[in-house]
C-alpha cells in the first residue's frame, strides 16, 4: 500500500502541473478522450484481486500526455 501511495503522490504532481498549463496548449498535447473522461492525477485497476496503479505523465518520450503504470516491475 506504501508503494501505492507514493504513486498517488506523484500523480497529483504531475497533475498539479500539467492542469496549470492553457487551454492551447491542452488541447495540443492532451488526447481528448484523457481531457474529455479521464482528467485525474491516477486510476486504479483491480484484476484477480491485485491491484494495479496509473499516473498521469506529461510529454516526453510520447508526444502527448498519456497514463503509465506504477511500479511495473512489481
Partial sequence: MEALEEG???GRANFARLDQR???WKHRNVPIYI???LWCPFYLTEQN???TLYIIQPPGKYPK???VRWKPDT
Fill in 49 to 51: 484481486g491485485e491491484q
Fill in 35 to 37: 481531457r474529455e473522461q
Fill in 22 to 24: 492553457g487551454q492551447k
Fill in 8 to 10: 498517488m503522490a506523484l
Fill in 65 to 67: 500526455v498519456h497514463f
